[in-house]
């Protein structure tokens, strides 16, 4: 712990690691002594998994689960106010955040960053269905009794259900072999327990996301640990033996080095690239990287003419993003933590939104090259029904006020007219200026495709 002036009562400053050659290490002086210049602010006392402080609005803690990664300071006091700092201070004693802070002179202190702590995080997804879906409850009840009725397995769970009294209360029913203390958490491991018991019993032939598509009609719902751990119960086995493992494989090609035991992946020096496991990244083994940045492109042709070019892949990171960003791939960028992030689209508007929502689950800055106004007015613009266009300038309209500022021009443009520009058609203006603009981008200056 750092002795840190000014502390608030209940909250303790830890000493954040540096990186090292061998690994993590406690930052020190030429003397030894302890001198770090960022900390991590904790409670100091043992708390509850998720206890809000007393009175702490449903929006602003709606708000707050919905992070992912980290909020910059400014980001936080401008949700919470003139009173951010003393709210902070009350999630802090909670155990629902960390705040990442600067050591200044004298051992002051400044914050930078704000995250959920990771047994908020753990629960995040679970406790938001509970605030924002709140259904009838008798429709509610009597959904869960249908959807148990022809599933054996479940007869015990459906009586206790069944002897619950009809009231405006959506309470778990005590005795619940599922564990679950919300009625959110609840409905969901007994629907995908149903569907488990009903449809891949004994096959050994469901993930994860096949499991949620059918029981949830929502492939991307998060499996958060506590509905793992309710499910389990209710199958009467782990998870990890009920629901086959899955992966996000990640494309790439640059300098980047992952050994796993005594298997070395080298995305360097692989042709024309590598797939890797974005979670088997994140997790196992070691990763080195020793790129300037990271460059997302959209299409895979473009993708493998720009990993021909030595001038780029001996610098930067190339990934075929494939549309919108996955999960694994997000996760391998922020565990990278590149000095910069750049990705080249289509000139569309999801092209733009593709940006816009990978800066946004980043939540750093994404610069984006080769995606420039002039080379939408003179590229060849794709075939399109009215339907499409209709629908392009809808979403070209909310970018012109929400996406990243540079790409507000371009989607100011889309917005008129409901036009789409295909990378493929733009390659031969971005990809031999794309060693400049990279350059450009290390050297923080203003990127340009002439």
Known sequence: MVPLKGLPSGVVALTVPRKGPEGPRVPRDRRGRVAPRQVDLVTEDAVPPFQPPIGFPSGDLIWLLRIEGQKQ?????????????????????????????????????????????????????????????????YAARQALLERMADVPQMADERALLAAMPENDDLDVPPGSRSGAKRWSLYDHAIRAACTWFSRYAGTDQVDATELAAVAFQESHTKWTPPLRAAFANLVGMSWDSAVLPIDTEVTLRGPLRWTIGEVVADAATSVPWIGLPSNGLCTLGVVESRARGVLLIENKSNFERVCAIPEIVDRWLCVWGRGYARDGLVTLVRALAP????????????????????????????????????????????????????????????????????????????????????????RQRVVPQLPRMLRAIENGDLVRCP
Do not use: N
Not at 339 to 354: F, M, R, S, T, Y
Not at 391 to 420: F, H, N, Q, V, Y
């Open 73 to 137: 300071w400014a980001t936080v006091t401008k949700r919470l106010g003139k009173t951010a700092w003393e709210i902070v201070v009350a999630l802090l004693r909670s155990g629902g955040v960390v705040v990442r802070c600067e050591v200044t002179s004298e051992l002051g202190y400044k914050p930078l960053r704000l995250r959920l702590s990771a047994a908020w995080a753990a629960v995040a997804a679970d406790q938001l269905r509970q605030l924002t879906d709140q259904p009838d409850p």
């Open 339 to 426: 000095e910069h992030v750049a990705a080249w689209g289509d000139l569309d508007a999801h092209g733009i939104a593709i940006v816009a929502d990978l800066a946004e689950r980043l939540e750093r800055s994404v610069v984006p090259v080769g995606m420039d106004p002039e080379i939408f007015r003179t590229g060849v613009k794709r075939k399109r029904t009215d339907e499409e266009r209709r629908d392009a300038r809808e979403l070209a309209e909310k970018m012109a006020t929400s996406a990243p500022e540079p790409l507000r021009p371009l989607a100011e443009l889309i917005a008129m007219s409901g036009d789409s520009c295909e990378q493929e058609t733009t």
